[in-house]
């Protein structure tokens, strides 16, 4: 089910190219919470790592006080996430990955190509913040 929102939503976003009213609207009825906070995290920053020369990509929202670490459509390591997703049921997705389908569909992410002996050092920093 979740699979099916995400992939009709990231559809919807990359054949309109733009955050229009009728889609923002459609947004709002499935995430009436989460679409307004989701364009400003967008705003502040999605980022794209691509490691090199494994190909292995990080997504990462910029947050608050830090950035976020994303396996698209399926996690966010934020406590929302967390507590009103995973514990909860209370949502089905965070402001986090919502922002990350809207850049994506949108094409507008911040894409940094790094080498692989980054990748650590990247994920640990991100991971010790929680």
Known sequence: MRKNVFNSIFKKI??????????ENELKALFPDKIEKAVE?????I????????????WTAIGDEREHILY????????DFYKNVVINKKNRIC???LAQILSLGLKNFKKITLNDEEFIEIYKN???KI
């Open 95 to 97: 402001k986090h990955l």
């Open 72 to 79: 698209p459509g399926l996690y966010c390591d934020c406590l």
């Open 126 to 128: 991100n991971i010790l």
């Open 41 to 45: 995290t967008m705003e502040k920053g």
């Open 47 to 58: 980022i794209q790592y691509v490691f090199t020369p494994s190909k292995r990509i990080l």
């Open 14 to 23: 990359e054949e309109s190219k733009v955050l229009d009213k009728d889609l």
